[in-house]
């Protein structure tokens, strides 16, 4: 895009006119008015790109009539505001993805739109992240967003390093419709001092654990399926609003998973998790949820399992 050029009309006062001709600028008046050419880079209008593992390739511009083929790549050029757009199709290292795929501040990946279109839109793979300790398949940063994928760590073992599926540094990210599908150790993983997140309408299955919100993050968690792991959540010393606190509903279906559906590890929090669906109804302590004595989990308005409409 080639840079175009404003003419900006500059009103100086006194002191700034009388700087202007000691220094040599000549012929002006005090409080008269000077036309000055500056050049000025407009703002880049925000982007979308498109993405498709099938028929795309990196070498292309990225654009719906000829689309990347990896999302790296395409997340190499977006910008705060960009967006990326993705087909249907398997994304891994085959097909040249390289991970973690790394979603920027500010950038908004997209991929189905309907159950059908999201389970066949899949990220398979996994990489180290800068989080010590940690590999993910994607890794979110402030302001970030993930909709409409299945999305699984391509490594399963029981060594050091723990898997996950999707990994959040930052404030503000969202991550929306997706099915968050079989990870080693976490589906979900929000680093700690993470704020303000966004986990809406995921399902979450088969993960040793489903979600866990480390040290000092807030998040709202509403209308998740959250099946078959070993303990649904795992909550450290953070303000996670599951329903019942201001801007939350609830919604969540806790269902089929071994250990718990909850733990709370830390002692003197407060867990808003009201108008969820339990197996256990009504939910207790030690059966659906584990917390310190000094901790309280509220489940009013809970309702079976059976109940939930998928």
């Not at 593992?53 to 910008?79: C, K, M, Q, V």
């Not at 792991?229 to 609830?250: E, H, M, Q, R």
Request: hydrophobic fraction near 40%; charge should be negative; glycine fraction near 12%.
């Amino acid at each position: 895009m080639m840079n175009s050029s404003r003419k900006i009309v500059i009103a100086f006062s006194l002191s700034l006119c009388l700087a202007f001709v000691a220094c040599g600028g000549g012929g002006g008046s005090a409080g008269g008015i000077f036309e000055v050419e500056v050049e000025v880079n407009p703002p880049a209008p925000e982007f979308t790109y498109h993405v498709d593992a099938t028929f795309g390739s990196d070498w292309n511009p990225g654009t719906e009539l000829h689309p990347l083929r990896t999302i790296s790549a395409a997340l190499l050029e977006a910008l705060p505001g960009d967006s990326v757009k993705v087909a249907p199709g398997l994304y891994d290292s085959v097909h040249g993805e390289s991970f973690p795929i790394q979603v920027p501040a500010g950038v908004t990946v997209i991929g189905g739109e309907d159950p059908a279109s999201i389970e066949e839109t899949v990220i398979y793979g996994s990489g180290m992240t800068f989080v010590p300790g940690y590999a993910a398949a994607v890794q979110l940063y402030s302001s970030s967003s993930l909709t409409g994928f299945l999305v699984q760590n391509s490594v399963w073992t029981n060594g050091p390093t723990k898997q996950v599926g999707i990994l959040v540094t930052g404030d503000d990210a969202c991550i929306v419709d997706n099915v968050v599908f079989y990870n080693q150790f976490a589906g979900i993983y929000c680093d700690p001092n993470s704020e303000n997140l966004w986990i809406l309408n995921n399902t979450v299955v088969g993960s040793r654990e489903g979600m866990v919100f480390r040290n000092n993050t807030s998040a709202v968690v509403e209308g998740n399926v959250i099946q078959g792991n070993t303990i649904g959540l795992v909550i450290y010393k953070s303000d996670v609003n599951l329903g019942g606190a201001p801007g939350c509903n609830g919604g969540n279906l806790f269902t089929q998973n071994k250990q718990s559906d909850i733990h709370v590890v830390a002692g003197f929090l407060l867990v808003f998790a009201k108008n969820n669906y339990w197996d256990q109804f009504p939910p207790v302590a030690g059966v659906n949820y584990f917390k310190p004595s000094s901790s309280n989990v509220l489940t009013d308005g809970a309702k079976h399992s059976g109940e939930y409409l998928f």
